[in-house]
């Protein structure tokens, strides 16, 4: 019995993600024979590369030549090839060095770093124009013209000239000998891997005879659109887990190398002999000491475009407070539990010695300060020497004496969900925090030196111009304390509270329109999408015309930033500025 876990394309191949190394683990820990595949970051460093940018722009250059009857498609090939042919030439020359200045220590100059995204982002439009309209970046992909629908889905995974993956996975998986395998799962985080993965499992089943299954974090919040989809369990996977998948994928392991019944997989979708789809019950998931340290078995940690590995981390499950009316973290998940401190230490300890790795993430929804309390003493006892960093709640339970402590541990970042600095927004949210706490928080995390990273969301559901501008301008008056900022608009998601009570909100006239997606259309008669937009260029702009060519603005992903402030510190990415003539920010932001 012989299993491979896929990560597919589109992420930022910056770092490992989490669920392929869990389960590995997990999996090889019950004797099975598992290892992971992340075919994510392959991609990545396979279509960067000389010959394949040359292949697109003889390509390209054809059909300009060919063209009869001009089209969006041809004026954006002819822009390319004319007035912008510079891209071309820069990502020609330099793409190979690029790759490499993100992979060494030339990383950390930030000169070298910026013309490695620039040249990097030049050779992904030209790739992408192959495909047309298809965008694709280190930290993005996106088919404009469609949504993403079932239908839409099929169609593009049927045309390999609109499937910017089709002709890659085709090819490496016949050189991978998939046919060893007896169970293959492709694990999904994100819409942005939805064609990716339905066209591996379309060419798995095709080429293999293994059982598929399609799991992961999206798999659970979009289960309820693909169980209308028959179809889907006959042309790209033979079943879906869905909820926490540490016990459920060893026993649909045990389940196959044994030819038993599917009976007691946990959260497993799948049709039965009847053409059936059969819904096994998700249970709960409530021994985190369960779960063993990440095995990287069939990565190669160098492929990753970053000079220093940072191995992600669950310390908890679920969300301690769970109240969030925008959130559905929640959903097809275990209620909150935590590991214990003793084994999350040994755990660090393993992966530390076993991979010669010392950054740490950990991806938990927020750690708590007594967790963080109880967990920087052990790691200063005990001398590990790492650099971590983590998401947080505004808790006022936070104070200078346990910021003190978690520096010494070895806390370098937060990112705290703020959302709103608007009291009567918080309050519509349920985030349960006081603005004026926040401020107070910001600053004692500062002033050790620790990198404050605020997440903000404009266009809540009730939030008026006024609440707006109270959240813009208190951005801009602590930037001294917020060191670093995401602002993005409003998504209303489909588990969340407020999609279940949209009356309570200001919000009518909710559209599902079955895509494949974690959230629904709407309208609100107090917030409007185009107040919105209007309130993030304005913050975004004025923020830029008062903090030009900020250092952190380029530093993206957080794995980016977080390796920046470990080697040079707070004060210095704060101070750092580009010479505006050289850099040329604004292509790359």
């Known amino acids: 019995m012989k299993t491979l876990l896929i990560f597919p394309p589109q992420w930022h191949p910056a770092t490992p993600y989490l669920s392929v190394p869990l389960l590995v683990s997990q999996m090889q820990n019950a004797g099975f024979e598992a290892e992971g595949w992340d075919l994510n970051v392959e991609f990545y460093n396979d279509i960067l590369t000389i010959d394949n940018i040359k292949s697109v722009v003889d390509l390209l250059m054809k059909e300009y030549r060919n063209c009869v009857l001009p089209n969006d498609r041809y004026d954006k090939i002819s822009t390319l090839l004319c007035s912008q042919k510079y891209k071309i030439d820069f990502a020609l020359k330099y793409v190979e060095e690029a790759k490499s200045i993100l992979k060494s220590n030339d990383f950390y100059n930030p000169v070298l770093f910026l013309k490695a995204k620039k040249v990097i982002n030049y050779a992904l439009e030209i790739i992408s124009l192959k495909y047309y309209p298809v965008k694709i970046s280190l930290s993005d992909f996106s088919y404009p013209s469609k949504d993403m629908t079932y239908e839409n889905i099929k169609e593009i995974c049927d045309n390999p000239s609109k499937n910017i993956f089709f002709d890659y996975i085709k090819k490496r998986?016949?050189?991978?000998?998939?046919?060893?395998?007896?169970?293959?799962?492709?694990?999904?985080?994100?819409?942005?891997?939805?064609?990716?993965?339905?066209?591996?499992?379309?060419?798995?089943?095709?080429?293999?005879?293994?059982?598929?299954?399609?799991?992961?974090?999206?798999?659970?919040?979009?289960?309820?659109?693909?169980?209308?989809?028959?179809?889907?369990?006959?042309?790209?996977?033979?079943?879906?887990?869905?909820?926490?998948?540490?016990?459920?994928?060893?026993?649909?392991?045990?389940?196959?190398?044994?030819?038993?019944?599917?009976?007691?997989?946990?959260?497993?979708?799948?049709?039965?002999?009847?053409?059936?789809?059969?819904?096994?019950?998700?249970?709960?998931?409530?021994?985190?000491?369960?779960?063993?340290?990440?095995?990287?078995?069939?990565?190669?940690?160098?492929?990753?475009?970053?000079?220093?590995i940072i191995i992600p981390?669950?310390?908890?499950?679920?969300?301690?407070?769970?109240?969030?009316?925008?959130?559905?973290?929640?959903?097809?998940?275990?209620?909150?539990?935590?590991?214990?401190?003793?084994?999350?230490?040994?755990?660090?300890?393993?992966?530390?010695?076993?991979?010669?790795?010392?950054?740490?993430?950990?991806?938990?929804?927020?750690?708590?300060?007594?967790?963080?309390?109880?967990?920087?003493?052990?790691?200063?006892?005990?001398?590990?020497?790492?650099?971590?960093?983590?998401?947080?709640?505004?808790?006022?339970?936070?104070s200078l004496s346990l910021f003190k402590k978690l520096k010494k541990a070895g806390l370098k970042m937060l990112l705290w969900g703020i959302e709103s600095a608007s009291p009567k927004v918080l309050e519509l949210m349920n985030k349960g925090i006081n603005i004026e706490n926040v401020r107070t928080l910001l600053s004692s995390s500062a002033s050790e030196n620790i990198w404050n990273h605020a997440y903000f969301i404009f266009g809540f559901p009730g939030e008026t111009q006024i609440d707006s501008n109270i959240t813009l301008d208190f951005?801009?008056?602590?930037?001294?304390?917020?060191?670093?900022?995401?602002?993005?608009?409003?998504?209303?998601?489909?588990?969340?509270?407020?999609?279940?009570?949209?009356?309570?909100?200001?919000?009518?006239?909710?559209?599902?329109?079955?895509?494949?997606?974690?959230?629904?259309?709407?309208?609100?008669?107090?917030?409007?999408?185009?107040?919105t937009e209007e309130a993030l260029m304005a913050l975004h702009k004025t923020y830029l015309q008062q903090n030009k060519l900020t250092l952190w603005k380029i530093l993206t992903p957080d794995e980016y930033l977080f390796l920046y402030v470990i080697k040079y510190g707070r004060n210095y990415i704060k101070n750092y500025k580009f010479d505006p003539v050289k850099a040329n920010i604004p292509e790359i932001l």
């Open 313 to 398: 981390m669950q310390l908890t499950k679920g969300c301690y407070w769970g109240k969030c009316t925008f959130c559905d973290f929640f959903y097809g998940k275990t209620d909150y539990i935590q590991d214990s401190v003793e084994n999350i230490v040994k755990k660090i300890e393993k992966l530390k010695k076993r991979y010669n790795i010392s950054n740490f993430e950990f991806v938990d929804n927020a750690v708590s300060p007594l967790l963080y309390d109880k967990l920087s003493d052990e790691l200063i006892k005990r001398n590990l020497n790492i650099s971590f960093y983590s998401m947080v709640r505004c808790e006022k339970t936070f």
């Open 475 to 531: 951005i801009l008056k602590n930037i001294n304390t917020i060191d670093s900022y995401s602002a993005q608009p409003f998504t209303l998601n489909k588990h969340s509270y407020l999609s279940k009570n949209p009356d309570e909100l200001y919000i009518y006239d909710i559209e599902d329109k079955e895509e494949l997606m974690p959230n629904l259309e709407y309208k609100s008669n107090i917030t409007s999408k185009q107040k």
């Open 173 to 308: 998986l016949a050189k991978k000998n998939i046919d060893d395998y007896d169970l293959v799962g492709v694990s999904i985080a994100h819409t942005n891997q939805l064609i990716a993965s339905f066209t591996l499992g379309k060419l798995l089943k095709e080429y293999n005879k293994a059982h598929i299954t399609f799991g992961g974090n999206l798999v659970t919040r979009i289960k309820d659109i693909v169980f209308k989809y028959n179809e889907i369990f006959d042309k790209y996977t033979d079943s879906l887990l869905v909820g926490n998948g540490e016990y459920s994928i060893i026993k649909l392991a045990s389940a196959i190398e044994n030819k038993k019944s599917f009976d007691d997989v946990d959260g497993l979708f799948y049709k039965n002999k009847y053409n059936k789809i059969i819904c096994n019950e998700m249970k709960p998931f409530n021994m985190m000491s369960s779960i063993s340290e990440l095995s990287f078995d069939g990565y190669n940690l160098k492929n990753y475009f970053i000079p220093e």
